[in-house]
C-alpha cells in the first residue's frame, strides 16, 4: 500500500480554519484517500473520503491536488472538541477494507 | 442508531492469564474489524470478517490470539496466554461492507502487569 506522510503535530485557535496536509506521492489511480481522527480515549471517527475531485461534508472539506500527491483535509472553524489526532489513509479501491493507519498529526485547540 | 459496543472497557490481567473482549456491532452491517492500537501508534489490523467468515488474520498471533464471530454478528476476541508486549487497547468496528467507513467502538484498555 502506498504511504502517507504527515507532521507530527499542529496548533489552531478555536474558531479559526485548519489545513491538515498529508502527502501522498506515490499514490496511485485506484487509490481512494481517506481521512479519520481519534479524539482522547476514544475509537477512530470517519471523517471523509475521496478520489480525485474536491469532497465536502458537515464535518470537513477534503482538497485533492491536481496531480493527486497531495490533499489538505479543511476543518472550516476549529472547535475545542476537534482536538484529536487525524489519519491520513490511502486505501485501493479493491481491497478488502483493511485500514493501515500511520501516526497521524495531532491537533491542539487553543481556546 | 446505536454505535459500537465493546466490554469491557478496562482490563487488567496478569501475563500468562487468558482474556476475552466482544464487540457489537452497528445491527446490519456485514464486515467486522478488530484492530489492536499501541500507545503512541495507529490502530493495527488483526482480524477481518465478512459476516461470520475470515477475511484476512494475517496479523493476528495465531499462537495466542482467536476471534470467533458466530451467526455473523457479535464477535470476541480471545488473548491466551497474554504476553507484557499484548498491553493495548483492543478496537472493534463494523462497515456495511467492506468499501464503506467503519465505524469504530471506544475499544478496550487491557493492562497486563
Known amino acids: 500500500d502506498a504511504k502517507t506522510t504527515q507532521p507530527n503535530s499542529m496548533e489552531s485557535n478555536e474558531e479559526e480554519p485548519v489545513h491538515l496536509p498529508c502527502n501522498h506521492s506515490t499514490i496511485s489511480g485506484t487509490d481512494y484517500i481517506h481521512w479519520y481522527r481519534q479524539l482522547p480515549s476514544q475509537g477512530p471517527e470517519y471523517v471523509i473520503h475521496?478520489?480525485?475531485s474536491n469532497v465536502n461534508n458537515r464535518m470537513a472539506s477534503l482538497a485533492i491536488a491536481e496531480d493527486r500527491k497531495s490533499s489538505t483535509l479543511i476543518l472550516h472553524r476549529a472547535t475545542l472538541r476537534d482536538a484529536a489526532v487525524y489519519y491520513c489513509i490511502l486505501r485501493f479501491w479493491g481491497s478488502q477494507g483493511n485500514l493501515i493507519f500511520g501516526k497521524g498529526t495531532k491537533l491542539s485547540v487553543k481556546p | 442508531e446505536a454505535g459500537v459496543a465493546q466490554s469491557p472497557r478496562y482490563k487488567i490481567i496478569e501475563k500468562r492469564q487468558s482474556v476475552a473482549f466482544w464487540c457489537n456491532p452497528i445491527s446490519g452491517h456485514a464486515t467486522l474489524y478488530w484492530y489492536q492500537q499501541i500507545l503512541g501508534q495507529g490502530p493495527k489490523l488483526l482480524i477481518q470478517f465478512q459476516n461470520n467468515g475470515v477475511v484476512d488474520d494475517s496479523q493476528l498471533p495465531k499462537d495466542r490470539f482467536s476471534a470467533e464471530r458466530l451467526k455473523g454478528v457479535d464477535s470476541t476476541l480471545k488473548i491466551q496466554p497474554a504476553k507484557l508486549e499484548d498491553s493495548a487497547v483492543y478496537l472493534c468496528?463494523?462497515?456495511?461492507?467492506?468499501?464503506?467507513?467503519?465505524?469504530f467502538g471506544d475499544g478496550t484498555r487491557l493492562s497486563i502487569l
Open positions: 468496528a463494523s462497515s456495511p461492507g467492506h468499501k464503506q467507513p467503519q465505524h
Open positions: 475521496g478520489l480525485t
